[in-house]
T-cell receptor, first 111, second 111 residues
Framework: RKEVEQDPGPFNVPEGATVAFNCTYS??????FFWYRQDCRKEPKLLMS?????NEDGRFTAQLNRASQYISLLIRDSKLSDSATYLC????????????WGLGTSLAVNP | DTGVSQNPRHKITKRGQNVTFRCDPI?????LYWYRQTLGQGPEFLTY????????KSRLLSDRFSAERPKGSFSTLEIQRTEQGDSAMYLC?????????FGQGTRLTVV
């Protein structure tokens, strides 16, 4: 089983739609969780951290479920500019802060 | 620009040649990561430094790859006897806390 798994998609949604991505992780000792966004041929950029209590930033909501070992990202009112690959990142547990990356979920928002 | 800086941005080399890439992390970031990414895939972990210590190196990395971070600041990644399969984007990231910040990458093409 991969350490971090994501559905690669692609997700094709119309503008204004709500879309949700899930990411599962295998190491129950994982400590920190993030969603990164990557545009084509660009470097990944941090979208948001994922906190135990869940967090929201405008149209984006991230949640963590430690019991089931998954994190989610919800995008409401999708915009064309949301089209990108969304990468789930988990830090390895313990003193090692190595980042473990999912392969990414591709989103295409269509007019 | 105080972000992560990578040089060169692009490198074309003939098979069998050696190449070296440089990464200058954000000042005072103690952790530095090297990743490789091919089209349609998430970043693949190569190696990880905490200060000048190389804490982990991917088992996938052959002995043709070596990385250094001699003074705990900038890092270099060298690939010896390049092969066509080494063609990829090489990404460097640095962090102090949990969030990692990426450079724009070095795109290597081996011909």
């Amino acid at each position: 089983r991969k350490e971090v798994e994501q559905d690669p998609g692609p997700f094709n949604v119309p503008e204004g739609a709500t879309v949700a991505f899930n990411c599962t992780y295998s190491n129950s000792a994982s400590q920190s969780f993030f969603w990164y966004r990557q545009d084509c041929r660009k470097e990944p950029k941090l979208l948001m951290s994922v906190y135990s209590s869940g967090n929201e930033d405008g149209r984006f909501t991230a949640q963590l479920n430690r019991a089931s070992q998954y994190i989610s990202l919800l995008i409401r009112d999708s915009k064309l500019s949301d089209s990108a690959t969304y990468l789930c990142v988990v830090t390895k547990g313990g003193n090692n802060r190595k980042l473990i990356w999912g392969l990414g979920t591709s989103l295409a928002v269509n007019p | 620009d105080t972000g992560v800086s990578q040089n060169p941005r692009h490198k074309i080399t003939k098979r069998g040649q050696n190449v070296t890439f440089r990464c200058d992390p954000i000042s005072e970031h103690n952790r530095l990561y090297w990743y490789r990414q091919t089209l349609g895939q998430g970043p693949e972990f190569l190696t990880y430094f905490q200060n000048e210590a190389q804490l982990e190196k991917s088992r996938l990395l052959s002995d043709r790859f070596s990385a250094e971070r001699p003074k705990g600041s900038f890092s270099t990644l060298e690939i010896q006897r390049t092969e066509q399969g080494d063609s990829a984007m090489y990404l460097c990231a640095s962090s102090y806390g949990e969030e990692a910040f990426f450079g724009q990458g070095t795109r290597l093409t081996v011909v």
